[in-house]
């Protein structure tokens, strides 16, 4: 049985980015991607998600503070 989770994937890297969501998709996940840190926070705000899977070494990400 396939699992049934949703799954936001950060990273500013496209081929990442394409890799994790054909890997997770593939597990039966709901995915969705985003390069740009301050689209998936509006998206977190609004929508849920199970897990979220971010890379920190972004140019973007620095402005941020978890």
Do not use: C
């Not at 979220?52 to 070494?57: E, I, K, N, Q, V």
Request: proline share 2%; no cysteine.
């Amino acid at each position: 049985m396939k699992a049934n989770y949703r799954v936001v994937v950060v990273d500013d890297e496209a081929a990442n980015l394409e890799s994790l969501e054909r890997i997770l998709k593939s597990d039966g996940a709901n995915v969705s991607v985003f390069s740009d840190p301050q689209e998936a926070l509006l998206h977190l705000r609004t929508g849920l998600a199970d897990v979220l899977l971010t890379d920190l070494r972004m140019k973007s990400w620095r402005e941020w503070i978890f």
